[in-house]
């Protein structure tokens, strides 16, 4: 059974550092692309950023870009989201997915945007409140 736990949101000051766990089980790591996505109240889900453990690529999403690292530990079979100088934009519940990285056909572009392919398993999430 495939379970994807995330930890390490909290209420912050902007400026101020963070850094997502994502905690897989029931899956090999190495053969799948994980994605971290966020959404707040009223708004869409957005593509945070994505790793495809198979060739180590990564993409961002421009809200985060230059601000965050997306990493994967296989030993441990987490994946990280380490994000820097945050902003009260960046509130909002913070969510990892994966899908086989053989499905991720067009590009991780394509998965952390438009969610192509579909991920099929998700964590509950875990809140990123930046607030003075």
């Known amino acids: 059974q495939v379970q994807l736990v995330e930890s390490g949101g909290g209420l912050v000051q902007p400026g101020e550092s963070l850094r997502l ?3 897989t089980s029931g899956l090999r790591l190495h053969y799948y ?6 959404q707040a109240p009223g708004k869409e889900r957005e593509g ?9 690529s990564t993409y ?4 985060v870009k230059g601000r965050s690292t997306i990493s994967s530990d296989n030993a441990t079979n987490t994946v990280y989201l380490q994000m820097y100088s945050l902003r009260p934009e960046d509130t909002a ?21 438009e969610r192509d392919p579909t991920p099929d398993y998700w964590g509950q999430g875990t809140q ?5």
């Open 60 to 63: 961002y999403g421009d809200s």
């Open 128 to 132: 990123v409140t930046v607030s003075s």
């Open 21 to 23: 766990s994502c905690a």
């Open 33 to 38: 692309a994980i994605g971290w996505f966020r």
């Open 48 to 56: 945070v950023s994505c790793i495809r453990n198979t060739d180590g």
């Open 93 to 113: 519940r913070h969510y990892c997915a994966s899908v086989p990285a053989v499905l991720v056909v067009r590009s991780l572009q394509a998965l952390c945007v």
